[in-house]
């Protein structure tokens, strides 16, 4: 039954070593999108894809990019983690629905330390 | 632009109590409204939507109506668990054009429920 996946749950990463997070989804939507959510915070908006449009949000650093090859994978690459980064990575997708809502459908995210 | 205006927490409840967490939103056009729930270490799950002026949403014991007039989505129930201590997002989000479909959330309300 699941949705949006997320591998890994859990990573662990050096600091200044690049780091690979991949999110994966079956229900075919059109938009996924990438938070970060540090502690008690709300998500914050890193970028996102429209079918194949990258939008980057403004405050993104460049340290972050991503790739979307297909429709069901996205991937988000950290190219050079600091300890800041150290937070959870959450995968998000949404279409619209029949209501005309668009609804958010998340994965159940990364856990990303840094050492 | 929109915006998603949450009470702060945390809220500490003993079982049983009545539960009232305040959202009010501003948005350019007609949004659907969302309230989602992140518990421990998960990713966010929808807990209930509107998706137009006084409908009520409404998912295991939880309520929200959609009050147009007073810009509101206040999530309520009757009765609460232990098993409901989490933190609670509201969202919204309008339709796929114009860049309005990417969800906009509030900062979070923590719940804590006392047996």
């Not at chain 1, 780091?19 to 914050?44: E, F, R």
């Not at chain 2, 979070?108 to 006392?114: A, D, F, K, M, Y």
Request: glycine fraction near 8%; aromatic fraction near 12%; include cysteine.
């Amino acid at each position: 039954d699941a949705m949006v996946i997320q591998n890994p749950r859990y990573q662990v990463t050096q600091f200044g070593k690049p780091v690979t997070l991949s999110c994966s989804q079956t229900l075919n939507h059109n938009v996924m999108y990438w938070y970060q959510q540090k502690s008690s915070q709300a998500p914050k908006l890193l970028f996102h894809y429209y079918d194949k449009d990258f939008n980057n949000e403004a405050d993104t650093p460049d340290n972050f990019q991503s790739r979307r090859p297909n429709t069901s994978f996205c991937f988000l690459d950290i190219r050079s983690p600091g300890l800041g980064d150290a937070a959870m990575y959450l995968c998000a997708t949404s279409t619209q629905g029949r209501d005309g809502s668009t609804e958010a459908f998340f994965g159940q995210g990364t856990r990303l330390t840094v050492v | 632009g929109n915006s998603v205006t949450q009470m702060e927490g945390p809220v500490t409840l003993s079982e049983e109590a009545f539960l009232t967490i305040n959202c009010t939103y501003t948005a350019t056009g007609y949004p659907s409204l969302f309230w989602y729930v992140q518990y421990p270490g998960e990713g966010l799950q929808l807990l209930l939507k509107a998706t137009k002026a006084d409908d009520k949403g409404s998912n295991k014991g939880f309520e929200a109506t959609y009050r147009k007039e007073t810009t509101s989505f206040h999530l309520e129930k009757g009765s609460v668990q232990v098993s409901d201590s989490a933190v609670y997002f509201c969202a919204l989000s309008e339709g796929m054009t114009g860049g309005s479909y990417i969800p906009t959330f509030g900062r979070g309300t923590s719940l804590i429920v006392h047996p």
